[in-house]
């Protein structure tokens, strides 16, 4: 369907692409993986013919249609929603005859006034009209620029849902750039990881490419360390002497240099670790019968919550479901209506909001400057380490120091952001969307973080893979009231279809009887669905309750309730840092193996039975860790 040959791309500081060759074939699902800055958006432009590479072609075969939806929309400000949807169909509007095309608008723009002028619109639902608009269309390629971006979780599941069933096995290509991992493990059956002004391809989705990454980076390691280990050997025969090298064949003196020159720069590993918090009291938080209301509305209604020590809390709801004003209520930087909010005496709040309020005061401050206010020293794992040490451990470069607060990306503020926030030592942590601009990299270093985390911490993302990752206990806020989910993401979905049924039901029957009044259909709807959760909960707890007195039955994936699947990932996290632990002790084996005097075999066998026994270890960690993941 095309082919990119030979293509290079040079901007004026950097080389974007040099060289790349690919093609997209029919049923190509792809996505796209890299680091910020290393050219996906690049390459999406280049592949739809947006931009033109220095060197090479891009070709499309016959008349194959491109959709791209780009990270800037090209819609007119002076065009209202129902004219950008209309001129999506060469048809004027016979997308409204379309079940397809109603179901799109309904799921991406049901909140939104369709005679609202786009520039009235917010960023949000500028970026959601784009997206219908472009999935309204018939391409035969569609490329797709971070869509998930100002969607909720419940439209991010359709969305998957809507990419999985759009054409018939075979047929259409897909190329989406995203750092949600659980979309691309969803919709994607190929990866291409950009990076050094190169594309390489992974076969399967994102879990299928992190397995096969880490088993390159483990040879690449290995190869790393043996050359090393032929590097000192060659280094300190040349630090014998002019004379001594006059007297060795010349060739010997090449190798070595050629040895050097082969040795890769070490891509920045961007490992972040805990540090030092205060210590929490018993009490944290408890909320009282606690309403909230906002512009004449009602937007959270008699909330009773104990958050307590320790506690790792995910919040899940739709978009305008009130997430953020909870946030701040539990912050203290909004007061309820009523109800009463109990914070405790030693609590220490730090909360990373979605709009990098905190680095505005510092625009014009270089990174050196503000590290400069905080402490000398920091104490992590038994080492004092500089602010300046912690940040290189964030990703930045030692060159960065000098840059300007306001000359960074949105991926470097979201990094210095999170780190001058850990500077400050909190004790309670509240995430709002942390994922916002962070590629897959960061993302998995950032829970790295979390899963040391040793205080209460509280997350609202959209990212499902990320939030159950990094918390124990979900719950969801739906028509203003809390309810615990321990089935986690997918429970909270199985909710939105009661509440979405429920509505459904109502209106059908006010339909039928006399004009409906709004304010009371919503009320009833509530009402059914807030009886059916409740029931559905008091299930959830009966079903766990069999559940731990019967942990050990095999159950196949179609018999696991949504609490079963959750327990069961849970244990893979814990396993795969078990596994992360078990590979360290496994390359640090080999290293000790490499560096054992060969004739010394007493050396020899110990260090071998020593890397037998962590490569055995390792080994029984990952048949575990399949067994579980066969399960789900």
Not at 426 to 433: F, K, R, T
Not at 468 to 495: C, K, M, N, W
Not at 506 to 528: E, I, L, M, V, Y
Request: hydrophobic letters at 35%; a negative charge; one cysteine or more.
């Amino acid at each position: 369907m095309l082919t990119c040959k030979d293509a290079s791309l040079d901007f004026p500081t950097k080389t974007i692409f040099s060289e790349v060759t690919l093609g997209i074939s029919s049923g190509d699902r792809i996505g796209i993986v890299g680091a910020n800055g290393d050219g996906k958006s690049t390459l999406l432009n280049l592949l739809a013919r947006r931009i033109e590479p220095d060197t090479g072609q891009v070709i499309p075969s016959g008349n194959a249609t491109i959709g791209l939806l780009g990270q800037r929309d090209t819609l007119n400000n002076n065009n209202t929603v129902a004219d950008v949807l209309a001129g999506a169909q060469v048809d004027a509007f016979t997308w409204e005859a379309s079940r397809e095309a109603r179901t799109i608008v309904e799921k991406l723009l049901g909140d939104v006034d369709h005679s609202k002028r786009v520039a009235d619109l917010s960023g949000g639902q500028r970026r959601r009209c784009d997206l219908a608009r472009l999935l309204i269309g018939d391409w035969d390629i569609l490329m797709l620029d971070e869509p998930t971006n100002h969607l909720d979780i419940g439209a991010i599941h359709w969305l998957a849902e809507h990419l999985r069933s759009r054409w018939q096995s075979g047929s259409g290509a897909l190329l989406v750039v995203t750092h949600d991992r659980w979309f691309l493990d969803e919709v994607c059956r190929t990866m291409w990881e950009v990076h050094d002004g190169q594309v390489d391809p992974f076969e399967g989705g994102y879990s299928a490419y992190v397995m096969q990454r880490v088993e390159r980076d483990r040879r690449a390691a290995l190869a790393k360390q043996k050359r090393e280990n032929k590097l000192r050997k060659e280094l300190a025969w040349l630090s014998r002497g002019a004379q001594a090298r006059r007297s060795k064949p010349r060739f010997h003196l090449e190798a070595a240099q050629a040895l050097i020159a082969d040795v890769p720069e070490m891509r920045n590993s961007l490992e972040l670790k805990q540090m030092a918090v205060s210590r929490l009291g018993k009490q944290v938080l408890e909320l009282s019968d606690v309403c909230l209301d906002r512009g004449g509305q009602r937007i959270l209604t008699d909330i009773t919550w104990n958050i307590g020590p320790g506690d790792r809390i995910g919040i899940l709801g739709e978009n305008g479901a009130g997430k953020s004003s909870l946030l701040h209520l539990l912050n203290g930087s909004l007061r309820p209506t009523l109800g009463h909010i109990k914070t405790g005496r030693t609590v220490h709040f730090a909360t990373l909001t979605q709009n990098l309020d905190e680095l505005t005061p510092l625009e014009e401050d270089t990174i050196r400057v503000v590290l400069s206010r905080y402490k000398t020293f920091y104490q992590v794992e038994g080492k004092k380490l500089t602010p300046a040490a912690l940040l290189e451990r964030a990703g930045f470069t030692p060159a960065e120091m000098n840059a300007r607060i306001k000359d960074l990306s949105g991926g470097q503020r979201r990094r210095l952001q999170l780190l001058l926030i850990l500077l400050d030592e909190p004790n309670v942590l509240i995430l709002d969307e942390p994922g916002n601009d962070l590629d897959t990299d960061m993302l998995a270093v950032t829970e790295d973080l979390l899963d040391n985390w040793p205080g209460t911490l509280i997350v609202v993302s959209h990212d499902r893979y990320f939030i159950e990752r990094v918390t124990d206990s979900q719950f969801a806020l739906i028509d203003g009231h809390i309810h615990h989910v321990p089935g986690g993401v997918d429970e909270y979905l199985s909710l939105l279809e009661q509440k979405h049924q429920s509505t459904q039901s109502n209106t059908a029957k006010g339909t039928q009887t006399a004009p409906r009044n709004t304010n009371t259909t919503r009320a009833t709807s509530a009402h059914s669905f807030t009886t059916a959760s409740n029931e559905s909960a008091r299930s959830s707890a009966t079903h766990n309750a069999r559940k731990t007195s019967d942990s050990t039955r095999d159950v196949t994936s179609d018999e696991l309730s949504n609490a079963e699947r959750h327990a069961l990932r849970k244990q893979l996290y814990s396993l795969e840092r078990k596994m992360k632990t078990q590979q360290n002790r496994v390359t640090k084996a080999q290293e000790i193996l490499a560096e054992t005097d060969p004739f010394d075999f007493v050396a020899l066998g110990v260090a071998q039975a020593e890397l037998q026994h962590h490569q055995a270890a390792l080994s029984e960690l990952e048949d575990t860790w399949l067994e579980i993941s066969d399960r789900i």
